[in-house]
């Protein structure tokens, strides 16, 4: 049996909006969300990998997005 997806995307009201298989299509539903909006690793706040607004647009490159994001699981 499968487990949920790792990605976890808020809205800027820290409300729990979905969970995504891949960080491109994370960054893509974070743009959509608009500032504030956040994509984490699981659920806690402690596993922020993008606040949109505060580290750019990730509508502006979904990739560029999701590489920032990739860097910051390593760290």
Do not use: C
């Amino acid at each position: 049996m499968a487990g949920s997806p790792r990605f976890k995307i808020y809205s800027a009201a820290n409300e729990y909006i979905a969970s995504i298989k891949y960080l491109e299509d994370a960054a893509a539903f974070v743009s959509i969300q608009g500032e504030g909006a956040t994509v984490r690793s699981g659920h806690a706040k402690r596993n922020i990998l993008w606040t949109e607004g505060l580290d750019g647009n990730a509508g502006e490159s979904y990739d560029g997005a999701a590489l920032v994001m990739e860097a910051r699981q390593l760290t």
